[in-house]
């Protein structure tokens, strides 16, 4: 299936879920897209960080926006190698909207970059969206970065930092989305680590710490309480009895040995179990550990 490219003008911006971008200072003059824009019904949250991840960061995004999932939330990122993949990925596996607005132009040819047009691809699929102010042929450059930042920083009221160095375009987002009075949202990390450099300036500046996905929803506007039992009644009434018995089980990362001991599994039955449900973005695996994203 092809996806053509559309354009918008400002006037067009509060019309198709993109409002907010009228409010920054020098709005773009015009917009291209290819795919689904925003529902109204959804609340887009940013989501940026370092390229370079940790194996902490790749678990911030599974936990943060696995909780997520049920809400109106949509996810926003730059498609960039890294922590951009993982939260358009994350959001994917969650089945929430996801925006990707690359440094480059969208067209097939230019995007940026090429090892992510499979991702591109799935996007387009599940009704996401890939945005740009570029033309469509605008080959991806230093000077689009930063530019392609503030478009980010500007389409939603919140922006979700997960790591990033001292000297990061990480900032650049972050700096912006504080600029225009946005909620500057920042996960605490390792003090030791470079990676969280960044992110804690922040933090000592007053941006707003968060630990779980209930402080994003509360930074977005949005009641847990009024979504929680409707949205968790969704997700479980689809799982097989073996499947909510591993969810119950993972209320902490768990070993497959012990989940093979408690379940009273043989072990081909349950990696199948383990598999599926991997596939499904019902838990994931790290370092033979299992823990539960939903």
């Known amino acids: 299936m092809t996806y053509p490219i559309y354009s918008l003008s400002p006037r067009e911006f509060p019309t198709s879920g993109l409002g907010l971008l009228t409010e920054i200072p020098q709005p773009p003059k015009s917009l291209y897209y290819r795919g689904v824009l925003p529902p109204s019904e959804i609340t887009l949250l940013t989501v940026v960080g370092s390229r370079k991840y940790s194996t902490y960061g790749k678990q911030v995004i599974d936990h943060l926006i696995g909780g997520l999932r049920g809400y109106p939330v949509g996810i926003v990122s730059g498609l960039a190698l890294g922590t951009d993949s993982l939260a358009h990925e994350a959001a994917l596996a969650n089945n929430l909207y996801t925006m990707a607005v690359p440094g480059s132009g969208i067209q097939d040819d230019t995007l940026y970059p090429r090892t992510n047009h499979g991702l591109a691809k799935r996007i387009l699929e599940r009704d996401g969206c890939l945005l740009s102010e570029f033309p469509p042929e605008t080959k991806a450059a230093l000077w689009t970065f930063p530019q392609r930042n503030r478009i980010m920083a500007g389409l939603a009221p919140a922006t979700l930092i997960i790591e990033a160095s001292e000297k990061s375009g990480t900032l650049i987002t972050a700096r912006m989305a504080t600029d225009y009075n946005r909620e500057l949202l920042v996960v605490p990390g390792n003090i030791f680590s470079k990676n969280t450099v960044g992110p804690h300036q922040f933090l000592k500046l007053g941006a707003t710490p968060v630990t779980s996905a209930v402080d994003i929803l509360y930074a977005l506007g949005i009641d847990p309480e009024n979504n929680t039992k409707s949205s968790q009644a969704n997700i479980y009434k689809d799982l097989s009895p073996e499947e909510l018995l591993v969810i119950e089980l993972l209320v902490e990362p768990t070993e497959k040995d012990e989940l093979i001991r408690k379940l009273n599994l043989p ?28």
């Open 267 to 294: 072990a081909p039955v349950l990696n199948v179990l383990l598999m599926q449900m991997e596939i499904k973005g019902l838990i994931a695996q790290e370092r033979n550990q299992y823990r539960a994203v939903i």
